[in-house]
T-cell receptor, first 113, second 113 residues
Framework: AQSVTQPDIHITVSEGASLELRCNYS??????LFWYVQSPGQGLQLLLK??????LVQGIKGFEAEFKRSQSSFNLRKPSVHWSDAAEYFC???????????FGQGTRLTINP | DAGITQSPRHKVTETGTPVTLRCHQT?????MYWYRQDPGHGLRLIHY???????DKGEVSDGYSVSRSKTEDFLLTLESATSSQTSVYFC????????????FGQGTRLTVV
């Protein structure tokens, strides 16, 4: 069975600062990994995804994530955050043989001006 | 944006009444999902479908049933609504269930009083 842990429930950073959101996953076969963002009152939008190949993947809005198999991690990063990045971020895992995505609990990001 | 429509968008209902939420897609995707979102729990899978009349349970399926009689429609029924089912419900669709991302609807806010 798949599972995802996002250790940080809430993170606050200053505008212009760098950001890293943590994600740890568990899956017995090859994982497929995703990061989604949810603005208040909205549905979820895909930021980026990893299936195979280069372990550093680029996404929309200047985000990137790095897959580390040895650490079972898929952390999301951004070099310089903007006030518009304030939202909730979800990591999700699917995989070979899986028919569904399992989501983490989410990390709420607050940006200080 | 993926063509996913959830209806209704908001609903208030009384304890003990049946409630049906509808998800309609225009993308002809094979997989459809119902998730619920609650603070501190992220998104949890209720039920999903991998084809017409083919459905399976997710991690929080008790008290819910689903039906899919057409590719484009996936119905979620709360057989006898309880206050613990007050939540935001999201429908999602996916082409393959594995290597493609899930696209989400805008959500239905359900309040059971």
């Amino acid at each position: 069975a798949q599972s995802v842990t996002q250790p940080d429930i809430h993170i606050t950073v200053s505008e212009g600062a760098s950001l890293e959101l943590r994600c740890n996953y568990s899956y017995g076969a090859t994982p497929y990994l995703f990061w989604y963002v949810q603005s208040p009152g909205q549905g979820l939008q895909l930021l980026l995804k990893y299936f195979s190949g280069d372990t550093l993947v680029q996404g929309i809005k200047g985000f990137e994530a790095e897959f580390k198999r040895s650490q079972s991690s898929f952390n999301l990063r951004k070099p310089s955050v903007h006030w518009s990045d304030a939202a909730e971020y979800f990591c999700a895992v699917g995989g070979q043989g899986a028919q569904k995505l399992v989501f983490g609990q989410g990390t709420r990001l607050t940006i200080n001006p | 944006d993926a063509g996913i429509t959830q209806s209704p968008r908001h609903k208030v209902t009384e304890t003990g009444t049946p409630v049906t939420l509808r998800c309609h897609q225009t993308e002809n995707h094979r997989y459809m999902y119902w998730y619920r979102q609650d603070p501190g729990h992220g998104l949890r899978l209720i039920h999903y479908s991998y084809g017409v009349k083919d459905t399976d349970k997710g991690e929080v399926s008790d008290g819910y049933s689903v039906s899919r009689s057409k590719t484009e429609d996936f119905l979620l029924t709360l057989e006898s609504a309880t206050s613990s089912q007050t939540s935001v419900y999201f429908c999602a669709i996916s082409q393959t269930g594995e290597r493609t991302e899930a696209f989400f609807g805008q959500g239905t806010r359900l309040t059971v009083v």
